[in-house]
Nanobody
């Protein structure tokens, strides 16, 4: 069974940094995209950044220049380096991945998975 496991959230002061990690494991044939979303209290979930077929999509203006997404293909892991954090970055951050899973020899299925979420709190 394919799953995503996130780590790296926590409490940080404004201006500080955090690095989130999300590792995919299981019977993975290929990963088409991995990325990060966030959801603040009372707001809709929004895309923060994603890597699709090794191409980084646009960051929203709210995080551009402060957040960097990267991916280690050998480890099936995506990272989100967050610098110059602001109180408005406070949210639950979710990893998202589009994965092709191997079911048996020559048989696959496409999955969209979400991580369990990790809370990032930016506060003094």
């Amino acid at each position: 069974q394919v799953q995503l496991v996130e780590s790296g959230g926590g409490l940080v002061q404004p201006g500080g940094s955090l690095r989130l990690s999300c590792a995919a494991s299981g019977s993975i044939f290929s990963i088409n995209a991995m990325g990060w979303y966030r959801q603040a209290a009372g707001k809709e979930r929004e895309l923060v950044a994603a890597i699709i077929s090794d191409s980084i999509i646009n960051y929203p203006d709210s995080v551009k220049g402060r957040f960097t997404i990267s991916r280690d293909n050998a480890k099936n892991t995506v990272y989100l380096q967050m610098n110059s954090l602001k109180p408005e970055d406070t949210a639950v951050y979710y990893c998202n991945a589009h994965i092709r899973e191997t079911i048996s020899w020559g048989r696959y299925r496409n999955l969209e998975l979400w991580g369990q979420g990790t809370l990032v709190t930016v506060s003094s």
